[in-house]
Nanobody
Framework: QVQLVESGGGSVQAGGSLRLSCAAS????????MAWFRQAPGKEREGVGA????????YYADSVKGRFTISQDTAKNTMYLQLDRVKPEDTAAYFC???????????????????WGQGTQVTVSS
């Protein structure tokens, strides 16, 4: 089992920045891919970005590419999401997730992520 805890959410004005954290604990060696998702009220959950735990380059949704950056500190088992130049449409609950990608799969938004955090709210005002 892997436990994920997000933090760092809050309110920010459009154009501002925020950094979210996702701390992993438990059997972290059993997962090799971590991702950020978000869900706004009345909308479906969407992928934000994903990263292999052993890589530095991440995969991003077009809606956040160039504005959001995923990084990780493997020693701390923590993944970060830096949100820059935020827009009101970035308002959502942000969740981190983890999965073990095997075979021909990729670390993106398609895997069936079994581990999820409780989410942290980001509210962007105009």
């Amino acid at each position: 089992q892997v436990q994920l805890v997000e933090s760092g959410g809050g309110s920010v004005q459009a154009g501002g920045s925020l950094r979210l954290s996702c701390a992993a604990s438990g059997d972290t060696q059993s997962v090799n891919c971590m991702a950020w998702f978000r869900q706004a009220p009345g909308k479906e959950r969407e992928g934000v970005g994903a990263i292999y735990r052993t890589h530095t380059l991440a995969y991003y949704a077009d809606s956040v590419k160039g504005r959001f950056t995923i990084s990780q500190d493997t020693a701390k088992n923590t993944m970060y999401l830096q949100l820059d130049r935020v827009k009101p449409e970035d308002t959502a609950a942000y969740f981190c997730a983890a999965v073990s990608v095997v075979g021909g799969g990729y670390c993106d938004f398609l895997p069936d992520y079994p581990y999820w955090g409780q989410g942290t709210q980001v509210t962007v005002s105009s």
